[in-house]
């Protein structure tokens, strides 16, 4: 007869929260917090990230979502807001020199906007004082004083070559060459000038004889060579008169713009605004006539536009302050939502002129979240940068090289040229990136840069221990929830049941989730059904409700699968025992919920020496530790049966009606217990489902997903009827993961159903058999009758037909 086997009682298949040793009596009664809970670790090297100056400590949070990331970061980010920084204002101007260059100007906090303004009322006042100063009679009458005394000179020039023009019998005209008029000299005939082409008709008239002509000629050439220095004079002339004008205007208008400018020099100081001035000075000086009265417009052509002339906004003089940290208080914190490229790193912008051509300027640069968190914290999402095309490049060049490079969106995304490349800017940020595991080790892997430039990882637990303390943290954080979003107080069986919600998520009894975003959802949806009923308060029963509608909901998958097992689609047995069949139990995780259901496991054996043929990995079907379960049987049965005669045995194994991959080594006990029932002849009870993985000595070992795996094969007995006979065999190791549905326990307490608990093969082997499975005695052999003795004598009788076959 076989053993009693240890069955798990049913006080110890979930951990219960007693709501007696609650201390509130409803979560009104209870202290709300916002510390953060379970994450001491994250918050260690949070701290430290955020705390370090030196270089390439920048953070990457990894962690499940719903564990407090963003809330942990904002927090401690938040301890930061008061802390006295030194920002900086940052400022572009023209560069005089080259315009594609802006010159960055950085200056103290608020004095950018300031600087600014102070450029403007600069230009505002020369627009007016300027022109002003050329109204001036003073100036006038000096000006025209000069203007009288080079036209004079330019008279006498002309004068005295207009007599000796006719002195030699010659007259000077106005030509038309193009579209402009140029002197030209022509003889004189009877008092009328004439051409040369004139002249040859005069000599036929005999009005002129030809060696008139030919001295005409010689004489008009001298008279051209002494027009050119004539003309190159009257150019001299008037380039110093444009000379001495200039120098009149500078001498009344150079004291009104030092003045002006003098005044801003005074209030900055900084060696790069001095600079900056010396341009703006010497630009205006050269360029006065911008600022001389407009005059009349003339008359449009037919078919031209005309009207109004445009007005000067003096671009050269504005300052575009890209960064005012005037009204920031503290450290700059930005939490970009939005990772584009331009969002990140600025862009330069580009507009239609009334031309129709593309143009763009200093003042069109625009700053991106890095400037704008210049001396502070930034924080974006890993994948979203990741996914945006050019950010992680130009993201890891920065943090680099501590310079930020802003640039037209197309140069940087597609690495097209552009000639206009404002200053770079020096900046001191502490970037934040929040990701998953995944993310991280896969950037580390691949990206050497990456290993430079996050130097510290905060990972962000699920779990947190199940202790006294950890219950009074969540029932803070329920009361905080609750005073936030106006939700109906829980009572003592409500928070002991969304207590054992969050054991149920961390998957032991012994730990609790740290998962809050899941855990505040069910405290909203426990107080919707609260609300249904009209209940002022919200109890076990609602949060109970809550949890099976959100499964529910979700569960379409689940259901299909059970009444395909329910209708004989697929072939489960959950009665009677069968040779060379068990139950195995196959998780399905669908990321939002995770559920089981039984799978038909079935082994034939046969004389052959190729061993353990696993079905699945001949199709190409077994992941990897699927395929390492079966070569761990292997060795199992070698080192069980194969010491004295070898072992001649083909076995064939294989999940009955899978038609997608198989992986994981949760089913290796259950796929021993299917060969070595097949060579024994051993009939295996189709009304216990098995799990567990095991090792060549024929330990089982724990498995995950055990609560999903008990709960998926109880669901089909209870569809069918309980028997009082049903139940699922499990790992020793998982009696402390046990949370199960309060429906299941109920059974077990009702004995209708049963969850055993084992160490070994052999345990397994008498429960499934209800034969003992035998010891190996010092003899070498096994107790008869006994499962082991079974097997044992089938594989001698292997190997001696194929001796014998190899013989013949």
Request: glycine share 8%; with cysteine; charged share 30%.
């Amino acid at each position: 007869m076989a053993k009693k086997f240890k069955e798990i009682p049913a006080n110890q298949l979930r951990w219960h929260c007693d709501p007696d040793r609650i201390r509130v009596k409803t979560t009104d009664d209870a202290k709300a917090s916002k510390e953060i809970i379970g994450q001491e670790r994250a918050l260690r090297a949070l701290r430290l990230g955020l705390e370090m100056k030196y270089p390439g400590y920048n953070v990457f949070v990894t962690g499940f979502s719903g564990t407090g990331r963003m809330t942990t970061i904002k927090r401690l980010l938040s301890e930061f807001e008061g802390k006295p920084v030194a920002l900086k204002d940052r400022c572009y101007v023209h560069n005089f020199k080259n315009n594609d260059q802006p010159i960055l100007i950085t200056l103290p906090v608020g004095e950018g906007i300031k600087f600014r303004e102070s450029m403007t009322d600069l230009v505002q006042d020369l627009a007016k004082n300027i022109p002003a100063a050329f109204e001036r009679k003073r100036y006038k009458e000096e000006r025209k004083r000069m203007m009288e005394h080079f036209q004079e000179r330019q008279h006498s020039v002309l004068s005295d070559f207009e007599k000796k023009v006719k002195e030699k019998g010659f007259e000077v005209i106005q030509t038309q060459v193009g579209t402009a008029l140029r002197p030209d000299v022509t003889p004189v005939v009877n008092g009328q000038p004439v051409s040369f082409e004139q002249l040859e008709a005069l000599v036929g008239q005999g009005q002129v004889t030809k060696e008139q002509v030919e001295q005409m000629t010689k004489d008009r050439a001298a008279l051209e060579s002494q027009m050119e220095l004539v003309l190159r004079e009257l150019r001299n002339i008037e380039r110093k008169l444009k000379e001495s004008l200039n120098e009149t205007a500078e001498r009344f208008i150079l004291p009104l713009v030092k003045e002006a400018i003098e005044e801003i020099r005074e209030r900055y100081p900084d060696e790069k605004v001095q600079h900056y001035l010396d341009g703006v000075q010497r630009h205006i000086m050269q360029d006065l006539n911008r600022f001389r009265p407009p005059e009349e417009p003339q008359t449009p052509m037919m078919g031209f536009p005309g009207g109004a002339q445009e007005i000067d906004t003096y671009l050269e003089y504005q300052v575009n302050v890209v960064v005012d940290n005037s009204e920031t208080k503290g450290v700059p914190i930005i939490i970009e939502t939005n990772p584009r490229f331009r969002n990140i790193f600025g862009t330069i912008e580009r507009e239609v002129d009334r031309n129709g051509v593309w143009r763009t300027d200093f003042t069109l640069i625009k700053p991106g979240s890095l400037l704008k968190a210049d001396g502070g914290y930034l924080v974006i999402n890993a994948l979203d940068a990741l996914m945006e095309q050019g950010v992680w490049q130009n993201l890891k060049r920065t943090l680099r090289n501590g310079l930020l490079e802003i640039q037209p969106v197309e140069t940087g995304l597609f690495g097209a040229s552009s000639a206009f490349k404002p200053e770079p800017i020096e900046i001191d940020v502490k970037v934040v990136m929040l990701g998953d595991a995944y993310i991280y080790f896969l950037l580390y892997e691949q990206d050497d840069d990456f290993k430079k430039i996050f130097k510290v990882r905060a990972d962000f637990d699920t779990e947190m221990p199940q202790i006294p303390a950890s219950i009074e943290r969540y029932i803070s954080f329920m009361k905080m929830i609750c005073d936030d979003e106006k939700l109906r107080p829980f009572d003592r069986s409500g928070i002991a049941a969304v207590t054992e919600y969050g054991v149920r998520l961390a998957g032991r009894q012994n730990k609790i989730s740290t998962r809050f975003n899941l855990i505040a959802d069910i405290l909203r949806e426990s107080n919707y059904w609260a609300a249904q009923e009209s209940k002022p308060i919200v109890t076990h029963k609602h949060v109970r409700k809550a949890i099976d509608e959100r499964i529910e909901r979700i569960r379409l998958a689940e259901e299909k699968l059970q009444e395909m097992i329910l209708d004989g689609t697929i072939m489960i047995d959950s009665s009677d025992a069968v040779v060379g069949q068990v139950n195995g139990l196959t998780i399905y995780d669908m990321r939002e919920y995770a559920f089981s259901i039984p799978s038909r496991i079935t082994a034939k054996t046969s004389i052959g020496r190729r061993g353990i043929i696993n079905i699945e990995r001949e199709a190409g079907m077994s992941g990897p530790s699927h395929s390492k379960g079966v070569m761990i049987i292997s060795g199992y049965l070698h080192g069980m049966y194969a010491q004295r005669t070898p072992l001649t045995m083909n076995a064939s194994i294989t999940f009955e009606q899978s038609y997608g991959g198989i992986d994981g080594d949760s089913a290796s006990s259950t796929e021993i217990y299917a060969i070595l029932s097949s060579l024994a002849n051993a009939p295996l009870r189709q009304d216990i489902a098995v799990t567990g993985s095991v090792n060549q000595k024929g330990e089982i070992q724990p498995i995950g997903g055990v609560n999903q795996k008990i709960e998926g094969f109880f669901n089909i007995c209870n569809a069918r009827g309980l028997t009082g006979k049903q139940g699922v065999i499990i790992p020793r190791q998982n009696e402390k993961d046990l949370m199960l549905r309060h429906e299941v326990i109920d059974a077990v307490r009702r004995g209708k159903f049963h969850v055993y608990s084992i160490g070994s093969v052999d345990e397994g082997l008498e429960i499934l058999t209800g034969l003992r499975a035998g010891k190996l005695s010092k003899q070498g052999s096994f107790e008869r009758g006994t499962v082991h003795d079974l097997v044992d004598r089938k594989l001698t009788e292997f190997a001696g037909h194929w001796k014998e076959l190899s013989q013949d």
